[in-house]
């Protein structure tokens, strides 16, 4: 008997939120874990349906059911959407967890671990019937962990007071979070507080969780994961940056233009700003006319993604409009870029972004310093930290305006702030590629929680 059982193939089953920025770390992490000898099951929704790519061909992909309308992420926002799809999918997953389970033991299978998303919660509900092991990934910086926390509990304290920004403290720093002020904590552009609150008491409930993974590095955020280690009281394990740790095959849910890679061949080394705001951000015309203004005046050559739809009340399409507005000899315009690719490439020189983490991550990566425009939740936590802390990024705060766009631009581009923000950006790509490395933090991180499995 015991013989049988060492022979039991050891599989992890992960299950990642339906967002761009959540699939991509989910699957690196798959990626690192089958390197290390496990079996790998990816459960996922349709509204995040990823075809597995010959790079993923050892992966097995499964579908959790549920009945939730495709118009029902746009209708009701990310927030709502999670809360309606964790009640939604709990019962329609546990029963096919059940199923996956007796065909597993018919194989000589072992589920060794279940791993989700901290936004996938109702999965804890549905694992501790089954007493199985499962641990928790959050794709989210420690910083905007402990934001979420700590939202959670001045909500508790005194209702919305703090959270709405009344009394003009949207400025004030938060208690004990510097730099964060109260207008940095993840509140969402497409929900009231109330239903933030909602979601990240959910999402930083530990239940059963024997751990919890974080993909970030202990030299970016020692004392978030040490208030983390103290609050949850369960092991935390930093293992990021993932996309260092294990290259993935792309897993963007959009087409990735790589014409732009030979128009950045052509650039000089440092010269090009690449513009990249996400896969969520909208932008009015208004501002996207005066970005282009200000870039144009700045005298610097950029690589601008503008995703399909991502320009509100625009009378002509956005190849029209940017026809219109931008130089194009200095100037490449796409629909979506290879972005980690992008980033490292010698000729770009700082990245606009909206702080997105595995944006933030990728970009700290390659030692390239950042124009930080957030747009909402813990982009704006990030931003902060950029600027104030890591001090590798200049946050545009405020209305888009031409002048603002082209001061911002030259300040990294070209004064000698910019330069100093080049070294110190190069130091942090040092740093996190010695923590991936073989004696790095990282490293010792996923190796210790591979050890508890």
């Not at 959540?22 to 690196?28: D, L, V």
């Not at 926390?149 to 304290?157: D, E, Q, T």
Request: aromatic share 10%.
């Amino acid at each position: 008997m015991e013989e049988k059982l060492a022979r039991r193939r050891r599989r992890v089953l992960l299950i990642p939120a339906p967002a761009q920025g959540h699939i991509t770390p989910i699957i690196q992490l798959a990626k690192a874990l089958h390197f290390k000898g496990f079996s790998i099951t990816i459960a996922q929704t349709k509204f995040n349906y990823l075809n597995p790519s010959k790079n993923l061909s050892d992966f097995q992909f499964v579908t959790i059911p549920e009945s939730l309308q495709e118009s029902d992420l746009k209708n009701l926002g990310p927030g709502r959407f999670m809360i309606k799809l964790a009640k939604e999918c709990y019962v329609s997953f546990k029963d096919w967890l059940g199923q996956f389970l007796v065909k597993q033991q018919t194989i000589n299978e072992e589920i060794v671990c279940v791993i989700y998303d901290e936004f996938m919660y109702f999965v804890e509900a549905a694992v501790k019937e089954f007493k199985l092991h499962n641990v928790i990934l959050s794709t989210t910086s420690a910083s905007a962990f402990v934001c979420r926390f700590v939202m959670f509990k001045l909500y508790a304290i005194d209702g919305l007071a703090h959270l709405k920004g009344s009394g003009g403290r949207e400025e004030e720093l938060v208690p004990e979070l510097y730099p964060i002020r109260y207008k940095d904590l993840p509140t969402s552009v497409f929900a009231p507080v109330e239903i933030s609150v909602e979601l990240f008491k959910n999402t930083c409930y530990k239940g059963t969780a024997s751990s919890i993974i974080i993909n970030t590095v202990r030299c970016l955020e020692i004392s978030s994961l040490e208030w983390l280690q103290r609050e949850l009281a369960i092991p935390v394990y930093p293992i990021g940056p993932l996309h260092m740790v294990a290259s993935a095959s792309p897993t963007s849910l959009l087409e990735e233009d790589k014409s732009c890679i030979k128009w950045l061949n052509k650039q000089k080394s440092s010269s090009v700003v690449y513009i990249s705001l996400g896969s969520f951000t909208m932008m009015e015309t208004k501002e996207v006319l005066e970005m282009a203004s200000g870039l144009v005046s700045s005298n610097q050559s950029f690589l601008w993604v503008i995703r399909p739809g991502s320009i509100r009340t625009s009378e002509m399409s956005e190849e029209e409009l940017f026809r219109k507005m931008v130089t194009l000899e200095r100037g490449c315009i796409v629909k979506w870029a290879p972005q980690k690719q992008v980033l490292a490439h010698s000729a770009v020189g700082a990245f606009w972004s909206h702080c997105g983490w595995n944006s933030t991550l990728e970009s700290l990566g390659e030692g390239v310093p950042m124009i930080c425009r957030p747009f909402t939740t813990d982009q704006k936590g990030n931003a902060r930290y950029l600027e104030c802390v890591w001090k590798v990024g200049i946050q545009v705060e405020g209305e888009i305006e031409r002048g603002v766009v082209e001061r911002a631009v030259k300040r990294l581009m070209v004064d000698e702030e910019g330069e100093e923000m080049k070294r110190r950006a190069l130091i942090l790509k040092e740093k996190l590629k010695v923590s991936v490395s073989a004696e790095g933090s990282s490293h010792k991180s996923l190796d210790d929680f591979i050890k508890t499995l």
